[in-house]
């Protein structure tokens, strides 16, 4: 019974512990609210000198490292500028490496956006600093865009035969790096039209002309324009990047080549229709060499169309002999189509190469 005693005044004393508790923190209470506290400080107050400017400088607490902090570029100029009423173009994070290769403010050149707002996608997509990206931007949207209106057409789509690529000049090891390597060129081998046609730059059958007004147009906007005739690497595309040099020097190397003409000048022109039948006839695949073969009577050629192919392929000397000059090569149909012609090599070959026939059949000696 005594232990149950003590535990009851025990129990009575910590009830008496609890209500003093309860009634200071009651009185502290009651004198905090009686303190007139200061307004907090407006955020454009003033700073007061020697008055700490952050509570973490207050606390003596050291600023975290600058490498820590997140770090937000501030877009570039460029960037700015390039909106999407000129390009779509969103911005990426920036190319570092390998080696020297990469670059920062880049952006992907998804497309450029003409006056009328009509889009002219790059294909595929090219990774460029946005300095290239702008300067390729306003050279659709300037020249390309006005060739394309003078023929007619409009400018539907370019080419991207290479953007960004971290490699040596020309893809030759070891060699300095490319501006593609430096997201600063972009190599183009055409553009589409709207008729869905695509005009190759550097072909030859693509109008003089033309290529002309394109070499014009990439020397004045770009540093650097390689293209057919320049080193070998580019007779198949347009290099164009904005590389820096000293003194602002510029390299422009692209020939326009003349057109190829339509009728290759040492091809014999083609066997007229109404020619008449050859003397000597075809010899077939199986035949004897020519010092054993027995002359065909001239009054019964082998009909064109019963004749093995193989058998075209050399015509006889009397063929020589009766094909047309070059000269007379305006005469014909220029209508006639090339495809219409036999597989059969000139008679060219034979002038320029008489070893080619010596003891040998007249079918074989080409293969
Ligand atoms: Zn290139």
């Known amino acids: ?19 003093s508790a309860a009634a200071g923190v009651l009185a502290a209470g009651a004198a905090w609210a009686a303190v007139p506290m200061p307004k ?62 990469g670059g920062d403010d880049i952006v992907r ?26 300067a390729v931007a306003q050279w ?15 400018v539907s789509e370019l080419d991207n035969f290479d953007s960004f690529d971290c490699r040596g000049r020309n893809r030759v090891a070891g060699a300095r790096l490319s501006e593609h390597g430096r997201a600063n060129a972009l190599d183009v081998r055409g553009v589409k039209f709207a008729s869905g046609q695509f005009v190759s730059l550097t072909d030859r059958a693509t ?9 014009r147009s990439v ?3 770009f540093t650097t324009v390689l293209g057919p005739g320049s080193d070998g690497y580019h007779e198949d ?68 169309a019963q004749k093995p192919a193989t058998n075209e392929l050399r015509p006889s000397v009397s063929d020589q002999k009766a094909a047309p000059s070059p000269a007379k090569s305006a005469e014909q149909p220029a209508k006639k189509k090339r495809s219409a012609r036999p597989a059969q ?9 008489p070893q080619s026939k010596k003891g040998t059949g007249v079918s074989g000696a080409f293969r």
């Open 1 to 19: 019974m005594q232990s149950e005693k003590g535990f009851g005044v025990a129990r009575n004393r910590a009830g008496l512990v609890w209500c």
């Open 40 to 101: 907090p400080r407006p955020a454009d107050a003033p700073l007061v000198q020697g008055e700490p400017q952050s509570r973490a400088e207050e606390k003596n607490i050291p600023a975290q490292p600058a490498a820590q902090q997140p770090a937000v570029p501030q877009p570039s100029a460029c960037r700015l500028a390039l909106t999407e009423e000129i390009a779509i173009a969103p911005s990426q994070p920036a190319i570092t490496g390998p080696g020297a290769c």
């Open 109 to 134: 050149l998804e497309a450029v956006l003409l006056a009328d707002k009509s889009r002219v996608p790059l294909k595929p997509a090219a990774t460029l600093r946005c300095n290239m990206a702008a």
């Open 140 to 154: 659709v949207r300037g020249d390309v865009a006005a060739i394309a209106t003078e023929l007619g057409t409009r």
């Open 207 to 215: 109008a003089r002309d033309v290529r002309e007004k394109i070499l």
């Open 219 to 221: 020397c004045a906007r």
């Open 237 to 304: 595309h347009v290099h164009l990047d904005l590389a820096e040099r000293r003194g602002g020097y510029r390299i422009c190397q692209w020939d326009v080549w003349e057109a190829m003409p339509r009728i290759a000048p040492l091809l014999p022109a083609l066997r007229p229709d109404e020619a008449p039948p050859r003397e000597v006839a075809e010899r077939t695949p199986q035949a004897e060499p020519v010092e054993a073969a027995p002359a065909m009577p001239a009054q019964a050629p082998a009909p064109a």
């Open 345 to 353: 090599p000139s008679p060219w070959w034979d002038v320029l190469n």
